[in-house]
């Protein structure tokens, strides 16, 4: 598994709002979903492979 590394993030109140009720309709955490949100869009835009993308996202409930 890579490395995970903490970053701040200031983030617009509704865009919090409604990545939190897209990751509850997801089943994942907030984080999870931001991280998923990020991978997509990195896949899409030819910045990262195929491969890197589909990199399984723990979740940190799952502990």
């Known amino acids: 598994m890579s490395e995970k590394k903490a ?7 509704q865009i919090l709002e ?3 009720r897209w ?3 997801d089943l994942r955490s907030m984080n999870a979903q931001i ?7 990195l896949r899409r835009n030819g910045r990262i492979k195929a491969a890197e993308a589909n990199d ?4 940190p409930t799952s502990r």
């Open 18 to 20: 409604a990545i939190q």
């Open 35 to 41: 991280e998923f949100v990020l991978r997509e869009a």
């Open 56 to 59: 399984p996202i723990p979740d």
């Open 23 to 25: 990751a509850d309709d």
């Open 7 to 13: 970053y701040p993030l200031r983030i617009n109140a």
